[in-house]
């Protein structure tokens, strides 16, 4: 038995707001979004990303449409100070974006937070210092003085080394951490005395940035804290409200949603809900909730599954099948009643009409998912058992994209012949769909070779009948092989590649290991997967990318630039 709750914890009562206004608001328009996932989502993983992969997630970030981004704790470590540097003298910041910095309320770190930034056009320097009681009195013994103190003189240094580099444009942003569980109105007079310290102006306006540090009460309460703010702070019109909700109650979406109608500018959060414990707010969430709200986001998720593979690659991070608009399963209806509805739903849906589908909120096509993944089958249907099948019977492991993608050939072939689909019919099926050599585009041969620290490909392909031998170099055999493809006026976009080795129970002759390559369709039609066998890994992977390269189009594929595998 659990201990009694209300002996153990305490009760966030609500705040005395009788007039609250936010209850009757919409949100009309997007705020401004601020992305944490280089700096609070970084030093929440396993293995933090090394400059590389921050490199990589920094311009797709950008490329999304961020103009803020909290790039790192520059006073933590070098590697995060010289990933600072790099971006400023590599020139990769885009002139409408700004980045953000953190540093702790200690003269040592400020002063090499600002060294960091020496050189940027533009850069918000984020300083932050516990406000609660708790951390008051048990944590940094503390009085409330010497809190306001510690800010105020914190500000003041900020102030004194950000006129000694006026080539940067330096915003201040102040954090009262762990705000939601501080009084109110001793964090109004914290804030307060930050912002006349600066010397806010509408010019130079001040960003109070109010986090639920540990999300310590429900969203209606995070909702008034924050309208209570609004209508209270000083020099409001000098001042913006951001927020940055954690997610320790599971409602980081919904307060973050409610702080905006209570009088939000500004959200910090992860993408797809990164960050320390149970994460920060999800910023994919949240912007495409405002989409389907007819709100444009102001963020380009037009190709979520991009987005979402650069993030896992990151990362190492797993998203879920279930997550928001993203999960691999959000757009699969495996309930009969629900495939139904669907179905008649597309049936009676024209293109000029606001979008109506039963069960889908969303338009799959907006964000970059195909139809084909809607509707599917499972064990109920009496056709789920094919990934089962495939495995135990043939020692083949399908990755959930790829069992989405093949149960549509399942289900297509059962419901033309409406008996039983053996185990058998299913490995035709997928050999007949994934495995034949007889498409346009045909794989005859190839040749690896060293050149330098690149791989190299002599690769032989027939198209339409007529032989190619194609040459070129790559970070890895299937780099170069992409890179192969230029030559034919074929450009390929790798979504993600898997090797795997067969079961024991593998009935596939002397084959012994298979690759799984995922690409891009043309347009917007989403991906698809290639599937190649043989004794060789390589070998294998080189039919893998010629199976997808057949199914995605042959030779007239997408004019997307290629990335490594």
């Known amino acids: 038995m659990l201990t009694d709750p209300s002996r153990k914890y305490r009760s966030f009562p609500p705040v005395n707001l009788p007039d609250r206004q936010w209850p009757g608001r919409v949100i009309d328009k997007h705020p401004i979004w601020m992305s944490t996932d280089l700096r609070d989502g970084n030093q929440s993983i396993f293995e933090p990303m090394d400059a590389a ?56 770190l400020i002063r090499r937070t600002l060294e960091s930034i020496r050189g940027a056009k533009r850069a918000i320097v984020h300083v932050y210092n516990a406000t609660s009681e708790t951390f008051r009195d048990t944590v940094f013994g503390m009085t409330k003085p010497q809190i306001v103190e510690l800010a105020v003189s914190t500000v003041k240094l900020i102030k004194q080394l950000a006129a000694e580099q006026p ?79 954690h997610n320790d109650r599971g409602t980081a979406v919904a307060a973050a949603e409610l702080a905006l109608m209570a009088g939000a500018d500004r959200v910090e959060g992860c993408l797809f809900g990164n960050g320390e414990r149970t994460g920060n707010v999800d910023i994919v969430t949240l912007a495409l909730n405002l989409y389907t709200q007819g709100v444009n986001p102001g963020l380009d998720f037009s190709d979520i599954n991009a987005v979402a593979r650069t993030v896992e690659h990151c990362t190492q991070l797993p998203i879920s099948p279930r997550h928001p608009y993203v999960g691999d399963l959000v ?57 089962y099948l495939l495995e135990t019977e043939y020692g083949m492991v399908l990755p959930r994209r790829l069992q989405v993608e093949f149960a549509a050939v399942v289900q297509k072939h059962a419901d033309t012949h409406k008996g039983e689909v053996m185990a058998a019919d299913i490995w035709r099926l997928f050999s007949e769909t994934y495995l034949t050599n007889d498409k346009t585009v045909r794989y005859v041969a190839h040749h690896l070779f060293e050149h330098g620290d690149a791989q190299g490909i002599r690769l032989t ?81 080189i039919k893998a990318m010629v199976s997808a390269l057949n199914r995605a189009g042959g030779a007239a594929l997408a004019t997307e630039r290629p990335h490594a595998a």
């Open 53 to 108: 992969k921050k490199m990589q997630l920094f311009h797709t970030l950008c490329d999304i449409g961020f103009k803020e981004i909290e790039v790192a704790f520059p006073s933590a470590s070098q590697i995060e100070f010289d990933f600072v540097r790099e971006l400023i003298e590599g020139n990769h910041i885009p002139e409408d974006v700004t980045i953000e910095v953190l540093t702790q309320a200690r003269e040592e």
């Open 167 to 245: 080539e940067t444009q330096i915003t201040l942003q102040y954090s009262p951490e762990t705000f939601t569980a501080t009084e109110l109105d001793f964090a109004l007079e914290v804030c307060n005395a930050v912002t006349e310290a600066w010397g806010a102006t509408p010019d130079n306006k001040v960003i109070l940035n109010l986090p639920a540090t540990v999300e310590v009460a429900t969203p209606n309460i995070h909702a008034d804290q924050i309208e209570w703010m609004h209508r209270n702070v000083a020099r409001r019109d000098s001042v913006l409200i951001s927020v940055h909700p």
């Open 331 to 387: 757009f699969t209806a495996f309930s009969g009643s629900h495939q139904d509805a669907i179905k008649k739903g597309f049936a009676a849906h024209k293109a000029d009409q606001q979008w109506n589908v039963p069960y889908l909120p969303i338009d799959p096509a907006d964000v970059g998912r195909s139809y084909d993944s809607v509707i599917r089958v499972n064990s109920q249907s009496g056709k789920g058992g094919i990934a």
């Open 461 to 541: 392909l027939d198209v339409n009948g007529q032989e190619h031998t194609l040459v070129a170099e790559g970070n890895g055999p299937i780099d170069a092989a992409v890179r192969a493809l230029h030559s034919l006026g074929i450009e390929l976009q790798v979504r993600s590649y898997e090797e795997r080795s067969f079961g024991s129970s593998a009935q596939c002759g002397d084959a012994r290991a298979y690759a799984l390559i995922e690409v891009a369709k043309p347009g917007a039609g989403g991906d698809c997967y290639g599937v190649g066998i043989d004794e060789n890994i390589v070998t294998a992977s």
